[in-house]
């Protein structure tokens, strides 16, 4: 048993517990971070393809699924101002690239993560790494027990323990657990921002990048897909994946693929291009148009004769290929697995959470943030800024609590 009463423990070393107690500790609070990796903030430094993508330009709650109250009040208290403004009095100089994420200007990580570890323990915060926390036991003081049989006294305490995500860098369900039996409702963790497993086999276009539209239930986004072996990835696909994956909770998921995303009127479109280039086999008709693999994929799955011209094709043939073109079906099966994901759905039930400081209304003196959380966010920047958010909103309650 620890003779030492710290003021609060945060149980967790990832962004937003890290934030947290640098914040808590500038305040005058006696700090210490619980941590069961040897090294923190590991889920940082593989954020942004190792380049840390640590907030966007354009944050707001139209980019998160989730308790739209709770991120709202969020967001409202910890803006993209405060945040780049709190970043860069760490001493990290920002740059914004494009569709609003921002980055170091070193295009590292450690960048990031580096000036915030240091910040924390120049604030007098304490990390203690290696220490997996097994049990929260709640009375007048916390008593917070590791895997190595220590116990610790804090008069208040923070989950801030992650998701399952990146399994392989240390995510696990033991948030989960400590928060559940500390009273509260978990919604079934999913992995999201994962590629995409469709029924439709699309090998043939392993590698192939193209800029889309993709439409579905609920799901309406742009940007870049990456075909694989498996189905798709890249960013519209990310994107995407927050629907998907609560909505393959009923089954397979069907979407439709536009490859002219930026055209207005597809029919009119292509009836204009037939006029001009009728002449040309289905391969050069589309040249210009679309990746030369998914032409030929196109031409394949619609039953174009490919020696002759679009102009002795059957009409109907020819319909469906421009049909197809700004609308091609795929059916969605599943997220790839917890080893690729980003990021999670589920978690703990937010109606749980005072919007306002993020702490538990299931059991007084406990915070919880971070995306152990029911919020999720797409790629660019966001799941990041709602981590530091809720660390930083939580921090400042602990603080006024003193």
């Known amino acids: 048993m620890q003779n030492t009463i710290y003021d609060v423990i945060i149980v967790g070393a990832g962004a937003s517990g890290l934030l947290c107690a640098r914040e808590c500790a500038r305040g005058g609070l006696r700090t210490l971070v619980l941590e069961k990796e040897q090294t923190p903030g590991r889920k940082i430094l593989v954020t942004g393809n190792g380049r840390c993508n640590l907030t966007n330009a354009r944050v707001a709650p139209a980019f998160y699924h989730g308790d739209n109250k709770l991120i709202s009040a969020a967001l409202s208290q910890f803006s993209y101002e405060t945040c780049r403004t709190y970043f860069e009095d760490l001493g990290i100089l920002l740059t914004e690239e494009e569709q609003g994420r921002i980055f170091p200007q070193t295009g590292k990580a450690t960048a990031v993560l580096e000036p915030l570890k240091l910040a924390v323990l120049e604030s007098g915060a304490e990390i203690l790494t290696g220490q997996t926390v097994t049990k929260i036991k709640h009375g007048k003081i916390f008593n917070i027990t590791t895997a190595n049989g220590q116990t610790f006294q804090a008069r208040r305490a923070v989950l801030a323990c992650g998701s399952c995500a990146y399994p392989q860098i240390g995510g696990t369900s033991s948030g989960y657990e400590l928060a559940q039996k500390s009273g509260h409702t978990i919604i079934p963790p999913r992995p999201t921002l ?209």
Request: aromatic share 10%; charged share 20%; hydrophobic share 45%.
């Open 194 to 402: 994962s590629g995409l497993v469709l029924k439709e086999n699309f090998s043939r276009l392993s590698g192939i990048r193209a800029q889309v539209k993709i439409i579905g239930p609920g799901i309406q986004t742009q940007g870049e897909i990456i075909f694989t072996g498996y189905g798709m990835n890249g960013p519209a696909a990310l994107n995407a994946s927050g629907v998907i994956t609560r909505t393959l909770a009923n089954g397979n998921v069907p979407l439709h693929i536009n490859f002219l995303p930026d055209v207005q009127n597809a029919p009119a479109f292509f009836k204009e291009r037939l006029k001009r280039f009728a002449d040309r086999r289905p391969k050069d008709f589309f040249a210009g148009v679309l990746h030369e693999s998914i032409a030929n994929l196109l031409i394949d799955f619609k039953g174009l004769r490919k020696n002759k011209p679009m102009k002795e094709q059957f009409p109907a043939a020819v319909k469906s290929a421009f049909d197809t073109v700004a609308a091609w079906p795929v059916t969605v099966t599943a997220l790839r697995p917890w080893n690729e994901a980003m990021a999670a759905t589920g978690g703990v039930k937010t109606d749980e959470i005072n919007y306002n400081t993020f702490e538990s209304l299931c059991c007084p003196g406990l915070y919880v943030t971070g995306e152990l959380l029911d919020i999720d966010g797409q790629s660019g920047g966001f799941n990041l800024h709602f981590a530091w958010a809720s660390g930083f909103i939580a921090a400042q309650n602990l603080v006024k609590e003193k």
